[in-house]
Every structure is written in C-alpha cells, then in structure tokens.
Antibody, heavy 118, light 105 residues
Framework: EVQLVQSGAEVKKPGESLRISCKGS????????ISWVRQMPGKGLEWMGR????????NYSPSFQGHVTISGDKSITTAYLQWSSLKASDTAMYFC???????????WGQGTVVTVSS | SYVLTQSPSVSVAPGQTAKITCGGN??????VHWYQQKPGQAPVVVVY???DRPSGIPERFSGSNSGNTATLTISRVEAGDEADYYC????????FGGGTKLTVL
C-alpha cells in the first residue's frame, strides 16, 4: 500500500527541541518531493517547506525559513521536521505530503499533533 | 507574495450545485489544485491542474480557471461533501487559499 505514516502526537514545553517523522512506503521514495504543511487549530493550511529525498535538498517558505529544519534519510524512506526551540505558537497539526509534478499533493500523512505548553 | 482569496463559507441544499471560487492575480496563468478536508482528516486532492480529477474522485467534482478566478464546482451536492475546500498554486513556493467551508443544508 502506498502511504505516508507520521510519528505520534507530541507534548512539549517551550524551549524544548523536537523532531517528527514521515515514513513513506509502497513507492519509490526518492522520486517524489515531500512537503510539510502546518494547520493551526481551527485555521487553514500553510506550506512550510519541502525536501527532495534523492539528495536531501530542501527549501522553505519565507514564513518558516530559519524556524524549522527539514531533513531526510532515503535509506529508511523517512523525512523529518524539526525545531530547536519550540514556542507555544508552534502548537498545531503538521502534515507531510507527497508532491506530484512538483507542486500538487496526491498523498498525505495522517498528521502529527504538536502541543507546546508550559 | 502571491495571495489566494476564498470566501469563508458556501451553503447549498442537497442535489444543488456548489461553486467555490479562488481569486488571485492572473491566476488563469497558473495551475490550480483543490483539496477537500473533512474534520480530523488529512486533505484529499479532488481536482489538480485546473480541471483534472484523480482516480476515485466522482465526476461531480470539476474545476475551471480563467482570468483572476478559479472555480471548483460540485454538482448534485451530497451530505458527504460537507468539508473545507482549499485551492493551491505554485508561485515561487506553494500557496494555499484560506479555505471555504461548504455547508450542506
């Protein structure tokens, strides 16, 4: 089955670090960019950035550049989204998604809820 | 940066036609994609490249794009179509519209 499976929900304190994951299976992982999308509670979708799993090249939305890091390990068909110092405003659902033709998403992970609270 | 504008909400009776619009400067020159998101679920693409439908998406879902407006049309609306709908384009990076909540009366 073609799927993206994300890591489980996280509860963290402000200032802590975090890495969440997105594992692809059932397809050639290196052939498709993986993007990360944020959805804050009750709000819309926001694109954060993406990674080319074949060479780990990544780029970011200006809104998220410098705030998060996207990385990957093609040997285990997994992409990551990480924070070095979380803020309460990072509380959200985070989705990973596979891109087709570079810019639309045909496959989504189930989402990872991140809660940041003191 | 490029902005996509969607009406916050659209209401339609079952069996009628819903039109959800997405406005953007010369959006007709871009490829527009549409996603459906039901509560607690990940988005699902319903139309890509303006008017193409992925396999498994009913023919009731169609799209068009011209000038400054792209439109997602849902014919013969069913209760199960109630969801948030987002348009999306690529303009140096991925841009999403703010979303439209479709309510089936």
């Amino acid at each position: 089955e073609v799927q993206l499976v994300q890591s489980g929900a996280e509860v963290k304190k402000p200032g802590e670090s975090l890495r969440i994951s997105c594992k692809g299976s059932g397809y050639s992982f290196s052939n498709y960019w993986i993007s990360w999308v944020r959805q804050m509670p009750g709000k819309g979708l926001e694109w954060m950035g993406r990674i080319d799993p074949s060479d780990s090249y990544s780029n970011y939305s200006p809104s998220f550049q410098g705030h998060v890091t996207i990385s990957g390990d093609k040997s285990i068909t997994t992409a990551y989204l990480q924070w070095s110092s979380l803020k309460a405003s990072d509380t959200a659902m985070y989705f990973c998604a596979r891109a087709r033709s570079g810019d639309w998403f045909d496959l989504w992970g189930q989402g990872t809820v991140v809660t940041v609270s003191s | 940066s490029y902005v996509l504008t969607q009406s916050p909400s659209v209401s339609v009776a079952p069996g009628q036609t819903a039109k959800i619009t997405c406005g953007g400067n010369n959006i007709g020159s871009k490829s527009v994609h549409w996603y459906q998101q039901k509560p607690g679920q990940a988005p699902v693409v319903v139309v890509y490249d303006d008017s193409d439908r992925p396999s498994g998406i009913p023919e009731r879902f169609s799209g068009s794009n011209s000038g400054n407006t792209a439109t997602l049309t849902i014919s013969r609306v069913e209760a199960g179509d109630e969801a948030d709908y987002y348009c999306q384009v690529w303009d140096s990076w991925v841009v999403f519209g703010g979303g439209t909540k479709l309510t089936v009366l």
